[in-house]
């Protein structure tokens, strides 16, 4: 279930087939990094953010690019996210061109009971279990 929400004050790519691909390229890394499948990441990219970092705005020059790249995945702990935090950064230096100094990586285990399946087959399987362990004496 792992989300991976990139947000900077910049247009990273000037054409759809780009942004697609640098997509692909946050999504693999997603998979490889949190050991998670692939069928159940949701990788986002949000581009031209009003954000300021350090109180500044233009993205113009380099030194007031700004991030933050929020990971919400189960099953993380606080020896992974040092891991985590280390090697998002050092991804988003080199494909993006981020400066580490200029924003946040913030990684986030919401605890299972505060997550809900997106999935059809997954959502029945989840409503069926809630039922399951519902008291059906107390249902009229």
């Known amino acids: 279930m792992p989300v991976v929400d990139l947000t900077v ?8 087939h780009l942004g697609r691909d640098l997509i692909k390229d946050l999504h ?3 998979v490889e990094t949190l050991k998670k499948p692939s069928k159940y990441m949701c990788v986002k990219i949000n ?4 954000m300021a970092f ?7 020059d380099e030194c007031w690019t ?5 990971i919400t995945c189960l099953g993380v702990d606080v020896q992974q996210n040092k891991e985590i935090i280390a ?3 050092k991804f988003l230096s080199e494909k993006f061109g981020l400066p580490g100094d200029r924003g946040y990586v913030r990684v986030v285990d919401p605890g299972r009971e ?14 069926h ?5 519902q008291d059906t004496r107390n249902i009229m």
Do not use: K
């Not at 350090?54 to 113009?60: R, Y």
């Not at 700004?66 to 929020?70: G, S």
């Not at 279990?129 to 362990?133: A, D, G, I, L, V």
């Open 9 to 16: 004050n910049f247009r990273i790519s000037e054409s759809a």
């Open 28 to 30: 693999a890394f997603s």
């Open 47 to 50: 581009e031209h953010a009003l």
């Open 54 to 60: 350090d109180g500044t705005f233009d993205p113009a």
């Open 66 to 70: 700004a991030f933050n790249l929020h």
């Open 87 to 89: 090697a998002y950064t």
């Open 114 to 127: 505060n997550i809900g399946p997106g999935f059809e087959e997954d959502a029945r399987r989840y409503r």
């Open 129 to 133: 279990r809630e039922c399951e362990n």
